[in-house]
């Protein structure tokens, strides 16, 4: 996983409604609709992307940053199951006044945190300013190599609106459509 659940709020609202995605149970819907078109335009982008692929990547995922207001989400933090590194865990296993082996024992599983995530506070992260690293960059659009990144990618718009909306206007933006063939010139 993961993600950044209490993001700033988004300072401005430019898009219509109707340009932009929030519903998490209609995006979960829309991406299960979309799942064949998902893989396609993944496979797609193995060959197509532009060289500046990273840079359009990362000024969509700025753009959803902006307009979509991760305290009133944190979806991530509420359905992903997540690695944090030996250090996070130590910080936030003392946080909670638990040594780490009470603290696996009673979050973990197979190495990783279970969800809902217990510093996970309504829909507000209660170590925001020292949450970790995954955390911070969930959804991870904006770290280089996106298409290399792409299965991730592609799990993470079911589930996170930033998500959903970029990769959706990433098709858009280069003009693809389902069913588009062609192969890097
Ligand atoms: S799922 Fe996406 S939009 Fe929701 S809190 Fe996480 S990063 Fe923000
Ligand atoms: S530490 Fe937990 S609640 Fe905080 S951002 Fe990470 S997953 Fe969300």
């Given at each position: 996983?993961?993600?950044?659940?209490?993001?700033?709020?988004?300072?401005?609202?430019?898009?219509?409604?109707?340009?932009?995605?929030?519903?998490?149970?209609?995006?979960?819907?829309?991406?299960?609709e979309h799942d064949d078109e998902n893989w396609e335009f993944?496979s797609w982008?193995?060959?197509?992307?532009?060289?500046?692929?990273?840079?359009?990547?990362?000024?969509?995922?700025?753009?959803?940053?902006?307009?979509?207001?991760?305290?009133?989400?944190?979806?991530?933090?509420?359905?992903?199951?997540?690695?944090?590194?030996?250090?996070?865990?130590?910080?936030?296993?003392?946080?909670?006044?638990?040594?780490?082996?009470?603290?696996?024992?009673?979050?973990?599983?197979?190495?990783?945190?279970?969800?809902?995530?217990?510093?996970?506070?309504?829909?507000?992260?209660?170590?925001?300013?020292?949450?970790?690293?995954?955390?911070?960059?969930?959804?991870?659009?904006?770290?280089?190599?996106?298409?290399?990144?792409?299965?991730?990618?592609?799990?993470?718009?079911?589930?996170?609106?930033?998500?959903?909306?970029?990769?959706?206007?990433?098709k858009t933006?280069?003009g693809w459509t389902k069913g588009r063939r062609?192969?890097?010139?």
């Open positions: 996983m993961t993600c950044a659940a209490e993001r700033k709020p988004p300072e401005q609202k430019q898009l219509k409604a109707h340009e932009i995605e929030t519903d998490l149970s209609r995006i979960q819907h829309l991406s299960q993944r982008l193995k060959q197509n992307a532009p060289d500046n692929i990273d840079g359009i990547v990362h000024e969509l995922s700025q753009k959803y940053f902006a307009l979509i207001d991760c305290t009133q989400c944190a979806n991530c933090c509420r359905s992903l199951q997540t690695e944090f590194k030996k250090s996070e865990l130590h910080t936030i296993a003392k946080t909670l006044g638990q040594s780490i082996k009470e603290f696996e024992k009673q979050f973990m599983s197979e190495g990783m945190v279970n969800p809902p995530c217990p510093m996970l506070d309504g829909k507000l992260c209660s170590i925001y300013e020292n949450r970790p690293e995954v955390c911070r960059s969930f959804p991870h659009l904006e770290k280089p190599h996106f298409t290399s990144r792409l299965m991730g990618v592609v799990d993470n718009v079911a589930i996170c609106p930033i998500a959903f909306n970029a990769y959706e206007e990433l933006k280069l062609d192969l890097r010139r």
